[in-house]
């Protein structure tokens, strides 16, 4: 049975303040020692993604910003994929036009006389100073394609009722670091499209997926073994699933303690 690992970045695999990944290093070694594909999940835009991918010398398929769009490289499965061509990838679209998204919140801002600022109403410097992302990785962030995180000043309207509004306009909400407006893609319905590729090419397989807040959760529920890792605090989001495991340690030192303990369990049982 071959495990497939899918990872949210940001506050998982990534430390919340740092952004690094170095103590997730010998699990990573782990995965790619046995081919384990490591699908990264994340609300990161595509080039943010792509970068750390890099970094990490991932060459599996990745899902960007809380499952708007799948990437899977040319010729990773042996099976064609209907989806459209862009560069080295084919991308299955879920989410809704950037453009779309971002007349909504601008509505809504307007009809409910609030104070909304979406990211493509920032600078990159603001951007910057807002994430802790130095100027090229906020300039990664603002390359959106589905979804747009938002920063809301509470003062005369309840957050209840702007939630409420990007409903009834046919949008949906989630939140990670930042509230999202996006469309009706979330993280579980990419992954259970990439778990039928997966299982599909290699037969039986089982899942393994990490996250540590409200948008992992799609994804949290699609997989065999869902775990959850501690924010920077220590504390942990307040999800509630059959199953759930609470990695000790922030980001990526649970991240890595949960993936050596239970793939390597896979393994140690002759999986792969």
Not at 127 to 136: F, I, P, R
């Amino acid at each position: 049975m071959k495990p497939v690992v899918f990872s949210d970045l940001d506050g998982t695999l990534l430390h919340p303040v740092t952004y690094s990944f170095r103590e997730a290093l010998e699990a990573l070694g782990l995965l790619k020692e046995h081919a384990i594909p490591l699908v990264l999940s994340s609300s990161k835009t595509k080039a943010e993604i792509e970068y750390y991918r890099e970094m990490l010398s991932n060459t599996d398929p990745f899902v960007s910003e809380n499952g708007g769009g799948i990437f899977i490289p040319e010729g990773y499965f042996p099976f064609p994929i209907e989806g459209a061509r862009s560069g080295p990838y084919r991308v299955i679209t879920l989410g809704r036009p950037y453009g779309e998204v971002r007349k909504a919140l601008a509505e809504i801002r307007s009809d409910l006389k609030v104070d909304i600022r979406g990211f493509g109403d920032m600078t990159v410097e603001e951007v910057a100073g807002l994430t802790g992302l130095n100027l090229d990785e906020a300039r990664r962030s603002l390359e959106r394609d589905y979804d747009e995180p938002f920063v809301f000043n509470g003062e005369g309207v309840k957050l209840e009722r702007v939630l409420d509004e990007i409903k009834r306009r046919g949008f949906n909400w989630t939140r990670g670091r930042f509230l999202h407006i996006l469309g009706s893609h979330d993280k579980g319905r990419a992954v259970r499209i990439l778990k039928g590729m997966y299982a599909r090419h290699y037969g039986a397989i089982t899942t393994v997926g990490l996250g540590d807040s409200l948008n992992d959760l799609p994804l949290l529920k699609e997989v065999d073994v869902p775990v959850l890792v501690a924010k920077r605090d220590g504390s942990y989001e307040p999800l509630d699933l059959p199953g759930l495991v609470r990695a000790e340690g922030v980001g990526p030192e649970g991240w890595n303690r949960a993936v050596v303990e239970i793939v390597g369990g896979f393994l140690d049982r002759g999986e792969p």
